[in-house]
């Protein structure tokens, strides 16, 4: 099985499963046991000793050790919901959480990327560059010293 083989069984079986059951997974790649993982993923053992689809978290246990990083994915994906809910809360001037914004658009950069800002430049110099050094302490001025022609740069 292929490492592609592999993330994309991963994925399928990762979608197919709860939020709670994606934390424990999660937290079940770094413990050596089930009930240590439930309770890194603040669980009951019993409930993950329950589940219906036990044999599917345990196989995604096994191939989110190969690569956790889809694990991470999945889980983010799961969030943007959340963190649209908090943009309209802003947008409505409901928002009231500076932190819980920050998180909100962390979210939404990491999943969907960042806008594009784009800033326009323009000059008057026809493609001329002038560059000029500013140097504050004394050190600095003699390190200019040794350039050719230091003061052709003024």
């Not at 083989?5 to 990762?14: F, K, P, V």
């Not at 345990?58 to 191939?63: G, I, K, N, R």
């Not at 983010?76 to 943009?87: M, P």
């Amino acid at each position: 099985m292929t490492l592609d083989d592999t993330n994309r069984e991963l994925g399928e079986i990762l979608r197919t499963l709860s939020p709670e059951q994606l934390r424990f997974v999660a937290a079940r790649m770094y413990e050596r046991t089930d009930a240590a993982g439930a309770r890194a993923a603040k669980l009951p053992p019993s409930t993950v000793y329950g589940w219906d689809n036990k044999a599917a978290v345990d196989l995604a246990v096994q191939l989110a050790q190969l690569d956790g990083v889809n694990v991470a994915c999945e889980r983010l994906k799961r969030l943007l919901d959340k963190a649209v809910d908090v943009l309209d809360d802003e947008m409505d001037g409901k928002g009231r959480n500076a932190k819980r914004l920050d998180a909100a658009i962390e979210v939404l950069d990491r999943v969907m990327g960042k806008a594009v800002q784009r800033i326009d430049q323009h000059t008057d110099n026809a493609g001329e560059l002038v560059v000029k050094f500013v140097y504050e302490d004394s050190e600095s001025v003699a390190e200019a010293a040794t350039l050719d022609d230091a003061e052709e740069l003024d």
